[in-house]
């Protein structure tokens, strides 16, 4: 640990003794690169090596008073220089290095007559908070922690012309280094963690342009930057922006975008958002791009805009934006506090947690939502900022619900879902009618040049570009004949070098079927002990179905009396959430796999390659002497009908929904013994009446279709079943009502136990899909007619029909078996 106390001279006389070494190269190649990456708008890395914390912090705050003096004397203009450095307060050591490069800069960097450095400092659990800034200069501390999402998060803060510093251990042993990502993999069963990214890592940091490496114990220039002085030649300058011809936006708003793209985001804002298209039920504008680009920026500043038109003709204008979470959101607050001051309009911010969550000005606001809330609210426009990090159904339910939408989603980045997220939303968009639709694809980055090497860095060591093969028309035939393998993989291997594009198939089917992936998943996959990786793969290579498994379970008597009495342990999902709600041991005691996620080729899915991997995993995991295998998904009619049809069984629900998604979470187990199969069916029969007694209260806004797969599942009667009856009394009256005498409200009592007992008994199929989810809406969830004409579409007497002709088929079917 280095000595605060330290004077200057032991400063400096530590950097001396660099000087033995390439110490001199590494000043000269620095200032080169620097000059190079100013002149290109690009950005450059250099990565510091060792163990003596004084010599690395030393050097590091050496390269930013270099990079000062540098920036002087290129530039004839005041300028402040934003120095960010992030580090982990939870050590002493790292602690002792942050301060020591804050004397350093202190001392030596003060404000000159052009440039003055202005340095924040920062824990990496706020990284989130920085996404959408700029600064010129990243310090990352990542000697006790290499984290992707942070690499992910934080390499796109840095303009063009800046510099990123990694600090870091030796490279010899950086690999084998217990970090806190690595910690944070590790379960009861499996407590050492594989050494895999951070190898990855290492070799990309080597094998790309724009990165200076330096071992500050060796004095070795390890590797210096590629890029030679001529290539400034090729210099491509910024052209200079053109407004539209005809636009209603003031000029001003304009000229507040930095890229001629930005300029098209807001002009398309303009021409599909202002007008009230009268045959068009919905008007929407989709924005597309890969990070960086400033698209959330841009749409800031067409708010802004399309507020001040709107307000020609509207008392009052809402506009609601929502996001994953507030911090995704500030870029775009950021830039429509610019427009409305360049307007010289009134306003507020408020804030919560340091976030900017509306802006309120005379009669307008623009006000964060989480997303499942916006569908409660009455506004004149929506924005959906990350749109790629909310499942597409309640995406597709904005779009039904509102007039006006802009949705905004990066494809590649640190948020990016890739092209199938476009692909699987616009789909029903494109095919509607009604829908005015204008799409904006964005390329130039804001920040940096097109060209930069550190972005190329960032995209390959996270994968942020992977997409899957492309399948031709042959692919699809030997997918038809079922002519591919199921294979499993071994991170050691995937990760290296000669199987890279084969890794980059696999990670890109992920990328493309779910709605949020980030860069600690590819860590996860790396590092995770007890993670597994499966696919189907073609004769030719190309992988058109991968599967990320968890090992759960075969936890200790202490282990399972701990989670008993609500307690947690890291990782075993399934066996924490069954023990806690199902209370029996033995699903802690039985080990399985847990199904990550599981994804089929976007042009292969439909051809059943998803459930013949289900039954190779099943297959396997059996060979393995595992109990079970299981999963967790946001529920879907699609998914539950997938999981259900390959012979999983629900054992649990959320009592609540996801905030972000808007579903509820499932767990599902397909038991591969015959102690399970026990243990399963009699769980059943716990959760489906579980389930039962909750749909009215806490699942009364349950879907529906959802709800009449599961209850419709039932093979055989439950033991419940046996106690319910209904008397004669109640009979009768139900078959008033059936006649149309009475009405629901009279005989409510007994449809309930009608519809409880046809569940229970496992007939509720044999009324058909509609009729039981007319019942279960209006008996079980007890929900209002208002809501049953909604759903179903239908009018209100046929509401009414419709759930009397639903109880005569149920009171039919009952009646069967007593032959009355």
Not at 102 to 107: A, D, I, P
Not at 229 to 236: D, G, M, Y
Request: glycine share 6%; net charge positive.
């Amino acid at each position: 640990m280095p000595n605060l106390k330290s004077s200057f001279t032991e400063i400096r006389d530590k950097l001396r003794e660099l000087a033995a070494g390439d110490y001199r190269e590494l000043l000269q190649a620095f200032k080169r690169s620097v000059r190079i990456a100013l002149a290109l708008n690009q950005r450059r890395i250099i990565a510091l090596c060792g163990r003596s914390d004084l010599k690395l912090a030393g050097l590091a705050a050496e390269l930013i008073i270099r990079y000062l003096k540098i920036i002087r004397q290129l530039e004839q203009r005041e300028r402040t220089v934003k120095v960010l450095y992030f580090y982990h307060d939870e050590f002493s050591e790292a602690i002792a290095r942050m301060k020591l490069v804050r004397k350093v800069l202190k001392h030596f960097a003060k404000p000159s007559n052009r440039v003055a450095v202005e340095l924040e400092v920062a824990v990496y659990e706020k990284s989130a908070k920085y996404l959408g800034t700029t600064v010129q200069v990243l310090v990352l501390d990542l000697l006790n922690d290499l984290r992707p999402n942070d690499i992910g998060r934080l390499l796109g803060i840095v303009e063009g012309g800046g510099i990123i510093l990694l600090l870091t251990p030796p490279h010899d042993v950086w690999p084998e280094h217990m970090t806190l990502f690595k910690q944070s993999l590790v379960v009861p069963n499996h407590p050492k963690p594989r050494h895999v990214f951070i190898r990855w890592f290492m070799r990309h940091l080597y094998g790309h342009d724009g990165i200076l490496v330096y071992d500050v114990e060796s004095n070795k220039l390890l590797k210096g930057d590629t890029y030679a002085e001529e290539t400034v030649k090729n210099l491509r300058s910024r052209r200079e922006l053109e407004l539209p011809q005809v636009r209603l936006f003031p000029d001003e708003l304009y000229r507040l975008a930095l890229t001629q793209d930005q300029v098209t985001v807001i002009e398309a804002i303009e021409k599909n958002m202002v007008e009230k298209f009268k045959e068009f039920k919905h008007q929407v504008v989709v924005i597309i791009a890969d990070r960086g680009r400033g698209k959330s920026s841009a749409v800031g500043i067409g708010v802004v805009g399309l507020v001040r038109e709107l307000l020609k003709f509207k008392n009052r204008v809402r506009v609601a934006v929502t996001a994953n979470e507030p911090s995704s959101i500030q870029s775009m607050m950021l830039l429509a506090t610019k427009a409305l001051e360049v307007l010289k309009k009134e306003f507020r911010v408020i804030k919560r947690e340091g976030f900017v969550i509306e802006i309120k000005g005379d009669r307008f606001s623009i006000e964060y939502w989480p997303p499942l809330d916006i569908l409660k609210l009455d506004v004149d426009v929506v924005v959906v900022d990350e749109a790629a990090g909310i499942p597409v159904p309640l995406l597709h339910k904005i779009w039904r619900k509102f007039k006006r939408t802009i949705f905004s989603t990066t494809i590649h980045g640190y948020e990016g879902a890739g092209r199938g997220f476009s692909v699987r939303f616009l789909k029903r968009i494109r095919e509607d009618r009604k829908t005015k639709l204008a799409i904006v694809e964005m390329s130039e980055p804001i920040r940096y040049s097109a060209d930069d090497p550190i972005e190329k860095f960032q995209f390959d060591v996270l994968l942020l570009n992977a997409e899957p093969a492309e399948l031709t028309a042959e692919d699809i035939e030997s997918i038809k004949k079922g002519e591919y393998s199921y294979v499993a993989y071994e991170p050691e291997e995937l990760f290296k070098a000669e199987n890279e594009a084969l890794l980059r198939q696999l990670f890109g089917i992920y990328v493309l079927a779910h709605y949020r992936n980030e860069p600690d998943d590819l860590g996860m996959i790396a590092d995770a002990p007890h993670h597994a990786v499966r696919a189907m793969v073609l004769k030719n290579g190309k992988v058109v179905a991968a599967a990320q498994l968890a090992e759960e379970g075969g936890l200790t008597s202490e282990y399972i009396d701990e989670l008993l009495k609500g307690g947690k342990i890291s990782g075993n999902i399934i066996p924490d959430r069954l023990l806690k709600h199902l209370r029996r041991r033995i699903f802690g005691e039985g080990v399985g796999w847990r199904v990550v996620r599981i994804a089929v080729h976007i042009d292969a899915q439909g051809m059943g390659i998803g459930s013949e991997f289900i039954k190779s995993i099943l297959s396997e995991a059996k060979s393995r002497g595992y109990d079970w295998v299981g999963a967790g998904f946001g529920v879907t009619y699609e998914l539950l009908n997938f999981w259900l049809k390959n012979g999983f069984k629900v054992l649990h629900l959320s009592p609540e929904r996801n905030p972000v998604s808007g579903e509820y979470t499932a767990l599902v187990i397909h038991p591969l013994t015959e102690a399970w199969r026990k243990v399963v069916e009699d769980s059943l029969e716990d959760f489906i009446v579980k389930f039962v007694e909750s749909l009215p209260a806490v699942y009364r806004d349950f879907e529906t279709d959802a709800a009449y797969l599961i209850l419709s599942s039932l093979e055989k009667p439950l033991e419940i079943s046996k106690v319910i009856d209904l008397r004669d009394t109640q009979l009768e009256r139900l078959s008033l009502y059936i006649s149309a005498v009475f009405t629901l409200e009279v005989v409510f009592d007994s449809a309930i136990l009608a519809v409880k007992k046809l569940v229970y008994e496992g007939k509720l199929s044999r009324v058909g899909q509609r009729s039981g989810q007319i019942l279960i809406a209006k008996v079980l969830q007890g929900r209002p007619w208002e809501n049953i004409r909604e759903e179903f579409g239908i009018g209100k007497a046929a509401a009414a029909t419709a759930v009397r002709e639903s109880l005569a088929k149920a009171l039919e079917v009952l009646l069967e078996k007593s032959g009355a």
